[in-house]
């Protein structure tokens, strides 16, 4: 079945640090990736997306390239703020069943950023 | 972008009653909707798709009893917890498909509702 794993955290940084977080998939055919982040007591909130090989998801700064290659869908921000602190979801779509469409979530990443 | 409104944010109720949450997609149409549960610290767990106009399909384990699913219209879909008991404590989210022409059925996520099950 299709499964997503992203680099378990939780992973602090200094302000204006680099950021890497590694997402790879398993999946059939060609799924959608996306990226989700999670704010303290908040749902989830789509940060950015890619639907075919090599699209670029991009948003507030952060990178993601659909890797079909590698499998991948590295989240990336040149210089996080205090503010990026959050836990980061990997997740993939694909078609499953008549029209739903499943999400397949990694088990999230805790990003803290200090100041 | 997509808003889905998730109500309520919290709620505390006694062993035994029942709650309802419910989910509803303000400027898009969701035909199907999504419920999910996460765990302190843990990933979502989806718990059931909801179809609007069709019974909800579940997830290996969930009891459909417990957890009354109902997506009577394009916008709305809610979630009882009936006879709700300490363990069904928990953050439950839901989410809405876009699957209107421009919606690329992307999900969009509700706030979530918190429930302690005194």
């Known amino acids: 079945g299709d499964s997503v794993t992203q680099m378990e955290g939780p992973v602090t940084l200094s302000e204006e640090a680099f950021l890497t977080i590694n997402c790879t998939y398993t999946?059939?055919?060609?799924?959608?990736l996306f990226w989700y982040v999670q704010y303290p007591g908040e749902g989830l909130q789509l940060l950015l997306k890619?639907?075919?090989?090599?699209d670029k998801g991009s948003n507030k700064g952060f990178e993601a390239t659909y890797r079909k290659e590698t499998t991948s869908f590295h989240l990336e921000k040149g210089s996080v703020q205090v503010s990026d602190s959050a836990v980061y979801f990997c997740?993939?779509?694909?078609?499953?069943?008549?029209?739903?469409?499943?999400?397949?979530f990694g088990k999230g990443t805790l990003l803290t950023v200090n100041p | 972008g997509a808003v889905v409104s998730q109500h309520p944010s919290r709620v505390i109720c006694k062993s035994g009653t029942s709650v309802k949450i419910e989910c509803r997609s303000l400027?898009?149409?969701?035909?199907?909707m999504f419920w999910y549960r996460q765990f302190p610290k843990q990933s979502l767990m989806l718990m059931a798709t909801?179809?609007?106009?069709?019974?909800?399909?579940?997830e290996q384990g969930v009891e459909k009893d417990k957890f009354l699913i109902n997506h009577a219209s394009l916008t709305l879909s809610t979630l009882t917890v009936t006879s709700a008991h300490p363990e069904d404590s928990s953050f439950y989210i839901c989410?809405?498909?876009?699957?209107?022409?421009?919606?690329?059925?992307?999900?969009?996520f509700g706030a979530g509702t918190r429930l302690s099950v005194l």
């Open positions: 999946a059939t055919g060609y799924p959608s």
């Open positions: 400027d898009f149409q969701a035909t199907t």
């Open positions: 997740a993939l779509s694909r078609r499953s069943g008549g029209s739903n469409y499943k999400l397949t």
């Open positions: 890619a639907t075919k090989a090599d």
């Open positions: 989410s809405a498909r876009d699957s209107g022409p421009s919606g690329g059925n992307i999900q969009y």
């Open positions: 909801s179809n609007e106009g069709s019974k909800a399909t579940y």
